[in-house]
């Protein structure tokens, strides 16, 4: 009998349960409570600090800050905005902590995917001893997997999905920034 694939699924699996949240003991992380680096795009980093959202560029020292009451900051200093400035400010802000938001939870999805992925690994396991000592044999093992992880691939497909549109919503993001550039005379002055 072939034992290698069953093996690895085994390996895999212990691999996923090592790595999932509720393994991870006192050191696993908050997801709520997210601060740092959300996204990248071109030279431009967005960090999130403190309810704030800060604005950089790989090649620039100038620093751009929203502040979760939607005050414009551009290194240190407050920069006056109009009414509709000011609404721009408050889009960009509220779409980078909906991607954050949007980007946690398909991150517990995928958490959670992962653990059933592990679950069915230890199924394997048992799959494996019972061949050892029934007339279980490799095709009815085969079956079994095969059952199984149909509907975690249908999941994790769905899942793709939704990381999909947080792409869109990255490329609306963009074209905020640009609307902010063409808009704010502060912003389009740093000639990023």
Do not use: C
């Given at each position: 009998m072939q034992y290698t694939k069953y093996f690895i699924a085994v390996a895999l699996a212990f691999l996923l349960i090592s790595a999932s949240p509720g393994f991870a003991g006192k050191h696993h992380r908050n997801l709520s409570l997210f601060d740092g680096q959300l996204y990248s795009s071109d030279d431009m980093i967005i960090d999130l600090e403190d309810g704030s959202v800060i604005i950089t560029n790989e090649y620039e020292d100038d620093e751009i800050e929203i502040t979760d009451d939607y005050e414009l900051y551009i290194n240190g200093d407050l920069v006056k905005t109009t009414k509709e400035q000011q609404k721009l400010i408050e889009e960009y802000h509220t779409l980078v902590y909906d991607i954050k938001d949007y980007a946690l939870e398909i991150g517990k999805e995928g958490a959670k995917i992962g653990i059933e992925g592990a679950k069915i690994g230890l199924k394997a396991i048992g799959g494996v001893i019972k061949m050892i000592f029934t007339d279980y044999?490799?095709?009815?093992?085969?079956?079994?997997?095969?059952?199984?992880?149909?509907?975690?691939?249908?999941?994790?497909?769905?899942?793709?999905?939704?990381?999909?549109?947080?792409?869109?919503?990255?490329?609306?993001?963009?074209?905020?920034?640009?609307?902010?550039?063409e808009d704010i005379p502060a912003i389009a002055q740093l000639d990023w």
């Amino acid at each position: 009998m072939q034992y290698t694939k069953y093996f690895i699924a085994v390996a895999l699996a212990f691999l996923l349960i090592s790595a999932s949240p509720g393994f991870a003991g006192k050191h696993h992380r908050n997801l709520s409570l997210f601060d740092g680096q959300l996204y990248s795009s071109d030279d431009m980093i967005i960090d999130l600090e403190d309810g704030s959202v800060i604005i950089t560029n790989e090649y620039e020292d100038d620093e751009i800050e929203i502040t979760d009451d939607y005050e414009l900051y551009i290194n240190g200093d407050l920069v006056k905005t109009t009414k509709e400035q000011q609404k721009l400010i408050e889009e960009y802000h509220t779409l980078v902590y909906d991607i954050k938001d949007y980007a946690l939870e398909i991150g517990k999805e995928g958490a959670k995917i992962g653990i059933e992925g592990a679950k069915i690994g230890l199924k394997a396991i048992g799959g494996v001893i019972k061949m050892i000592f029934t007339d279980y044999d490799e095709d009815d093992l085969d079956e079994d997997m095969e059952r199984q992880t149909e509907a975690l691939e249908a999941k994790a497909e769905l899942l793709e999905e939704k990381a999909e549109e947080i792409e869109e919503m990255a490329d609306d993001l963009d074209d905020l920034f640009y609307d902010m550039e063409e808009d704010i005379p502060a912003i389009a002055q740093l000639d990023w």
